[in-house]
């Protein structure tokens, strides 16, 4: 049986013996908009519980339109040039581009001219969020979890807001989309590291399709309502990252209709649990390095056996990286209990602890498996991983551990399906 995995920009083609159980798992395919440019102009002039955009931003506004960083597979240039045809009316400028970053590193020149193309480089400023610069950012109080709230004082100086992004699920936040594109992508340090606290990451409601009492969806929920003059242009996407559904108007209203519709395609219930699991990271952009590639690593766990193996696919040629603390955070641990044990008896909260918080969190039911090209097998055990060269030879020594019936799942797609165990124990 051949599969091809969601890897990189080309895919990676594994062939597994057909006499296993195997059992594939992949979104509900829509094909793309016939005309995605005509949809969203229409979707602008008529939005959800909200006037047409053209009719909020008046002539003299300052108006910033929020755009996702690199990591992200979004449309930036379709989306921001439909959004331009309405505001025609607006002085060029009037009108600065803010690129989402949260607390991730600038992206390059070279990368913002591939995201945005050479007519948005040049024709309208671009600010890059710096979290870690507090003179960049504005205090606007505390949310009611006590967290200090900083945000991008350039943003809040723009009479009008525009958010862009797109909606799938998100491993600790529910779905992505909506008000992340103010917290974190728009964020001071300080109010990042309070919503990714340990405690807070650490909720059983901080997961994949959730949205009610969770903590961290919650309290970005509350930041992006704080922010007056807001509009949201959020769209839905299929494995060849093309537009299929538009959602924009209000923030809440909007955000909620796209992730109810990405649920029904992306959420899927299976019978029971699996001694292997075989995912990616949804391929280029997604899979970039290896701290986000724990996405992958998160859809896995939610359908692998206690004692399992979880096998991912990442291309990872951004390395694990080099920016940030998470490869620092693994590097100063043996072991994936003490590393929890450090993170929960610690009093500060450290950039990207998160993500090696959910990687221990897993590692202490299954093991992960990483197969990449650009990562050599020293470093991904620096990171406490399993290298894998092969993934069906990886495969054929863990059947010799589970045994020849073991059950195995394959998610192509990686974190564009998210499976559940559908029993009365699933929290989906």
Not at 302 to 309: F, H, S, T
């Amino acid at each position: 049986m051949k599969i091809n995995l969601a890897y990189g920009k080309t895919g990676l083609e594994i062939e597994l013996d057909n006499s296993l159980e195997i059992t594939i798992v992949e979104p509900n395919f829509v094909p793309g908009l016939a005309d995605p440019e005509s949809a969203l102009k229409s979707v602008l002039k008529d939005p959800i519980d909200s006037p047409p955009l053209r009719e909020i931003v008046r002539p003299t506004d300052k108006v910033g339109i929020i755009f996702s960083d690199i990591t992200r597979p979004m449309p930036r240039q379709k989306v921001i040039q439909a959004i331009l045809s309405e505001l025609s009316h607006i002085s060029p400028k009037n009108i600065i581009l803010f690129n989402a970053l949260g607390s991730h590193r600038k992206n390059t020149n070279a990368e913002l001219k591939m995201m945005l193309g050479d007519s948005l480089i040049s024709e309208f400023p671009i600010v890059q969020n710096d979290a870690f610069d507090v003179s960049t950012q504005v205090y606007l109080g505390n949310a009611s979890r006590g967290h200090e709230i900083w945000l991008n004082r350039v943003l809040l100086d723009c009479d009008v807001k525009i958010i862009t992004g797109f909606i799938e699920p998100h491993f600790f936040a529910g779905f992505s989309g909506g008000g992340k594109a103010i917290m974190p992508g728009m964020a001071g340090q300080s109010t990042i590291l309070a919503n990714h606290d340990a405690g807070m990451i650490g909720s059983p409601h901080a997961t994949w399709g959730i949205t009610e009492n969770n903590p961290i969806f919650e309290e970005v929920h509350e930041i992006s309502q704080m922010i007056r003059n807001t509009f949201l242009v959020n769209v839905a996407l299929n494995k060849n990252q093309e537009i299929i559904r538009i959602f924009a108007g209000n923030i809440t209203k909007a955000h909620s209709e796209g992730c109810k519709f990405v649920k029904d395609l992306a959420m899927v219930p299976l019978p029971h649990s699996f001694d292997i699991v075989i995912t990616s990271n949804s391929g280029y952009p997604l899979d970039l390095n290896l701290y986000q590639a724990i996405k992958g690593v998160s859809a896995g766990a939610q359908i692998v056996n206690d004692g399992g193996a979880i096998i991912i696919a990442a291309d990872c040629w951004d390395g694990i990286p080099d920016h940030g603390l998470y490869a620092q955070l693994l590097q100063e641990v043996d072991s994936s209990q003490q590393l929890l044990d450090a993170i929960f008896s610690s009093r500060e909260t450290r950039q990207d602890q998160w993500q090696a918080q959910i990687q221990a969190q897993i590692q202490l039911r299954s093991d992960v498996y990483i197969r990449t090209d650009n990562l050599t097998d020293a470093q991904i055990e620096s990171m406490l991983l399993k290298p894998c060269r092969r993934i069906e030879e990886t495969v054929k020594t863990l059947l010799d551990k589970y045994g020849s019936k073991a059950r195995i799942c394959v998610l192509p797609e990686g974190p564009q399906t998210i499976s559940y165990i559908n029993t009365t124990n699933s929290n989906i």
